[in-house]
């Protein structure tokens, strides 16, 4: 079929799937260096647990057969070394049929840890990762020319990413449509970066273009995707602009940076140069890719109806392998940050002279003096769920006695994923949590204070609390009172 495939893609195709080997080295690093405090078999959402309770069918994984946290470590480097193979252009050295066995392995291995990982892996990035990655299954590799429908999925799914959160916007805050959303944005994102201050800080008027332009290229650029080359090549251009302004200003995991990885199957025509005819897939290939193909565009009923929908959902997964799904991001902007403070003491009674000390975190904001830092596509989950409880503590219902009772007992495992423990040699005997309001300091007061942010007491979220000392066993020989 002359029609199947084209070598004009080879660069597209090189680029997308280097780019997302890479971002699946990020994921499968986050889950190895996280998961023991967060889903472990001591972790604050056990696997064990959540496996027993919810059937295979509804979240197929490997951790339904077996899990330790020994199992679940080795699966998650195994994904990084996978994932850095094909990085560095195992799937194109090897046979056609073994180049989709390792990009369905990468795949079928992270679905097997985003299945699992409960409210932790909730974020639409995951399934954003996984419906790449099951795609890039169907591109071929250097030994064949890149099938077309496949790469016009790519484009699919990259109109899906910009235009529902396009439409989720409109639909959404009225400050997208009177053009102030970045009024706030910048300051109560939930993970600022080290610019986000200089950005917030830009004049009121050009928030209002950064808002118009964000309608521009999710609302009206998307479109013209399906358009011949050029103009697809240079809409396709436009995203990848308007996603690294976003990657400058905060820090949104590998969100961004999936999109620009989709961005650049369809701008790298615009520079790639004549590529010698590669030869034709074989039969088997062709049939395989045609099947999947249909499977998408059935699948992609629903998604495709919930953009047209009054109600639209967002970042939305339809079945359990992840493989077509709903996209958006930031319906609604908070105007006032709420940050959650959790501090401990080593007094052995609580009162107005009790000495507290604070937890520092690495992405969250704490400590007023520390400039956020850039740690984007890499993701530090417990940093961004806490900005969710600092909203409502409905967020951490399933989770947060557990991070503060690890905390009381020095748990290692919880402590790896803060940047400072201030009792390293004894655990606390009092926890608390409180929730401060956080703004960014102006141009005046962090001249006057070398703070980055100014913060105000807003309430008590957990009361002075230590671990129930259970009281000692009766001896067996003691006389029944």
Known sequence: MAWFSDSGYWLGRLVFQRMLAVLYVVAFLAAVRQFR???????MLPVPAYVATVPFRAAPSVFHWHYSDRFFALWSWSGVLLAAAVAAGAADAVPLWASMVLWAVLWAMYLSIVNVG???????????????GSLAVFLG???????????????????????????I????????RDLTCLYYHHETQPMPGPLSWFFHHLPRPLHRVEVAANHVAQLAVPVLLFTPQPIAGWAAVAMVVTQLWLVLSGN??????????????AAAPLWARPAPPLPAPPVWFEVLVLLATAGVLALSYRPARNLLARQQLMNTSYESLHLVNSYGAFGSITRVRREI???????AVTGPETTWHAYEFHGKPGEVRRLPRQFAPYHLRLDWLLWFVALSASYGASWFGGFIERLLLNDRDTLR??????????????????????????????????????????RDLLPPTRLEVAPAPEDEDDPPP
């Open 37 to 43: 405090a967060l889903i472990g078999a001591r972790g």
């Open 118 to 132: 409960q409210t932790w892996y909730s974020f639409g990035w995951e399934s954003l990762l996984l419906e790449a």
């Open 141 to 167: 590799n250097a030994e064949t020319a890149p099938p077309v429908t496949v790469m016009w999925l790519l484009r699919w799914l990259l109109f899906r990413v910009e235009f529902g959160a396009g439409l």
């Open 169 to 176: 916007k409109m639909r959404g805050d009225t400050c997208w």
């Open 252 to 265: 949104f995991a590998w969100l961004n940076w999936v999109t620009i990885t989709l961005a650049m199957s």
């Open 341 to 347: 403070v959790v501090e401990g003491t080593a007094d």
């Open 417 to 458: 994923l803060i940047r400072r423990n201030p009792f390293p040699d004894r655990p606390p005997t009092y926890i608390r949590a409180r929730i401060y309001r956080y703004r960014f300091t102006t141009w005046r007061e962090l001249r006057a204070t070398g703070a980055w942010w100014h913060r105000t007491f807003v």
